[in-house]
């Protein structure tokens, strides 16, 4: 999984790695089955491999092991391991507020949010939410030198529309990209200081 994090693999052969690893984790029961090392870079490993989907699967994943499993099981904090809290209730004698697992957070930043820097010091950022995901709201923010850059996006019940609230920090400008089978009302993909409130509308198949 590293070796194709790393693009360490020759383009003959990444097909092949990458099926084996979808192949591994549906063999685990659609669960991940990776520690320190490769955890920050599984998810962007198939969602750039086209396995998306399977990458939310994990990502929403409730039984061990599992992000959501301890949030399931009371958790505020990450876990040292994945089963610190086993479903009887019986506490391991590791870390209760451990970062290592919770690099996940940085995946969600800049799949689902989406929240980057395009110019140093975020002078120009990009927010691009994941309306197409399957979460029907996320709320983000980053503190950058020139003030907080936030986004909050909710969809409605059918799907069809989402609310895009983004919060612009003085002195510089964000711009708001969407999927392509969304479109903005109104029309605008500059956006200045400010908050800006504006609605994101579902293309229908003719539009796209």
């Not at 052969?13 to 090392?37: C, K, N, W, Y």
């Not at 994941?130 to 020139?146: E, F, I, M, N, Q």
């Amino acid at each position: 999984m590293l070796a194709l994090a790393f693009d360490m693999v020759t383009s003959e052969r990444r097909a092949g790695l990458v099926d084996r690893l979808v192949e591994l984790i549906h063999q685990s029961g659609d669960h991940l089955d990776t520690g320190f090392p490769s955890v920050p870079y599984l998810l962007d490993v198939l969602w750039d491999n086209d396995h998306a989907d399977l990458a939310w699967t994990l990502l929403l994943q409730d039984a061990i092991p599992s992000w959501l499993y301890e949030v399931r099981m009371g958790a505020t904090m990450i876990w040292e391991s994945w089963n610190a809290v086993h479903p009887d209730g019986t506490v391991d004698a590791v870390s209760m507020n451990h970062y290592a697992f919770g690099c996940v957070v940085d995946t969600m930043m800049r799949r689902i949010a989406v929240i980057g820097c395009v110019e140093p010091g975020f002078r120009v950022s990009r927010v691009a939410p994941d309306l197409s995901g399957r979460l029907d709201r996320c709320a983000a923010h980053v503190l950058t030198p020139y003030g907080r850059l936030a986004v909050d996006w909710r969809r409605d019940e059918d799907g069809r529309t989402a609310s895009v609230v983004v919060d612009v920090p003085t002195s510089t400008t964000a711009r708001l990209e969407l999927p392509t089978d969304w479109r903005l009302e109104p029309d605008s993909a500059e956006l200045g200081a400010g908050r800006h409130e504006l609605l994101a509308i579902r293309r229908r198949p003719r539009e796209r």
